[in-house]
C-alpha cells in the first residue's frame, strides 16, 4: 500500500499564479455563490430566448389585466397561468423579464468589453510613451470625466439615431430604429466606462516600463509594440479582469438607469430598466400592483450583487501580495 507524498512548501512554490489564484478564488465563499448564481442568471435568460422571444410581446385577452402572480381567467373563461403575472396589456411579465435580463446583460457586457479594449489600449499608451502622448491623453480623460454622462447619451441619440437608421435601413436590417437605438445606447455607456480602466491601466504601466526585464527587451533590440503585446500586457491581465468584471455591473445598471428615464432600451423591446420604469407608473394609493417593481428590481440588484462578489473574488485571488 503506498501512502499520498504530503504536500510541502516547495510544492506551493512550483504551483503557478493562476492556480494558486483560482486556489484562493475557490475559498471564497461570496464569490463562489456569486459566481454560480451569474451564471444560472445568465444561463436561463438567454438559454430561453428561442421561446420567450415569441412570446414576451403576446397580449393576452383576459378578464382582469394586470392581474397578480397566479392563475389568470381568459377572457372566453380559461385558465392560463402567470408565474410573475402580467403587465397592464395582459402581457406575460416572466417572459419579458427573461428577455430584457437578455438584453440588459448584453448590452452590459458588450459595453464593458468596448471599455476594456479603449481603456487598455489607452492607459498603455499613455503610461509607455509618456511626455506630451500621456498628458493629451490624460486631458481627455479628465475633460470626458467632467462631463455628464446623461447629456453626452442624448447627444449621441439626437444625432447618431437618425443617421444610423436611415443607413441600416437602406441596408434591409429589419427594425432599423431599435438597433440603432441599442447601438447609439452600447456606445455612449461605453464612452465613458473606459475611463478609470485607463487610469489604472496606466498607472500599472508606469511601474512596469523601468522593470528589468523591459530594459532587457529594449536592448535586445524588440519593437516598443512587441514589448507592449509580449511584456506588459501579460502583466496586466490580472488588474485588467478585476476592473472588467466591476465595469460590467456598472455597465448594466446604467443601462437600467437609462432606459427608467426613457433614454435606453424603448418599448416594445424590454429591459430591467424600463420594466421598472412601467411598474412605478403602475404604482397608485388604490391598488398596489407590487409584482409589477418588484420582480425587475429583484433580478437587477441579485445580477449585481453577483457581479460584485465575483469581482472582489478576484482582486482578492489575483493580488500579487497575497499569501
Not at 125 to 153: C, E, K, Q, S
Not at 198 to 221: I, N, T
Request: proline fraction near 6%.
Amino acid at each position: 500500500m503506498t501512502l499520498a507524498a504530503p504536500i510541502t512548501v516547495a510544492d506551493e512554490v512550483t504551483r503557478s499564479p493562476w492556480a494558486m489564484a483560482w486556489r484562493r478564488f475557490r475559498r471564497n465563499i461570496l464569490a463562489m455563490v456569486g459566481g454560480v448564481a451569474l451564471a444560472l442568471i445568465v444561463i436561463v435568460c438567454f438559454a430561453t430566448l428561442p421561446v420567450t422571444l415569441d412570446s414576451y410581446s403576446d397580449q393576452h385577452e383576459l378578464k382582469y389585466v394586470l392581474h397578480e402572480p397566479g392563475k389568470a381567467v381568459t377572457a372566453d373563461g380559461a385558465m392560463k397561468l402567470f408565474p410573475l403575472g402580467t403587465d397592464k396589456l395582459g402581457r406575460d411579465l416572466l417572459s419579458r423579464l427573461l428577455v430584457g435580463g437578455a438584453i440588459s446583460l448584453s448590452v452590459g457586457l458588450a459595453s464593458a468589453a468596448i471599455a476594456v479594449v479603449i481603456g487598455t489600449s489607452v492607459g498603455m499608451l499613455a503610461g509607455y510613451i509618456g511626455g506630451r502622448v500621456d498628458a493629451f491623453l490624460m486631458r481627455v480623460v479628465d475633460v470626458l470625466y467632467g462631463l455628464p454622462y446623461i447629456l453626452l447619451v442624448i447627444l449621441m441619440r439626437v444625432t447618431l439615431v437618425p443617421v444610423l437608421t436611415e443607413s441600416l435601413t437602406h441596408l434591409g436590417v429589419e427594425s432599423p430604429g431599435i438597433w440603432a437605438n441599442v447601438t447609439v445606447l452600447l456606445v455612449g455607456i461605453a464612452s465613458v466606462s473606459w475611463l478609470t480602466m485607463a487610469r489604472v491601466v496606466r498607472g500599472q504601466v508606469l511601474s512596469l516600463r523601468d522593470q528589468p526585464f523591459v530594459e532587457a527587451a529594449r536592448a535586445m533590440g524588440f519593437s516598443n509594440f512587441r514589448i507592449l503585446r509580449k511584456h506588459i500586457l501579460p502583466n496586466l491581465v490580472g488588474p485588467i479582469l478585476v476592473y472588467a468584471t466591476l465595469t460590467v455591473p456598472q455597465a448594466i445598471l446604467s443601462e437600467s438607469f437609462l432606459s427608467f428615464l426613457g433614454l435606453g432600451i424603448q418599448p416594445p423591446l424590454p429591459s430591467w430598466g424600463n420594466l421598472a420604469s412601467d411598474g412605478v407608473e403602475a404604482l397608485n394609493p388604490i391598488q398596489t400592483r407590487w409584482w409589477l417593481i418588484v420582480w425587475p428590481c429583484v433580478a437587477l440588484s441579485v445580477t449585481l450583487l453577483c457581479l460584485n462578489f465575483v469581482g472582489d473574488g478576484l482582486r482578492d485571488a489575483l493580488d500579487p501580495k497575497a499569501k
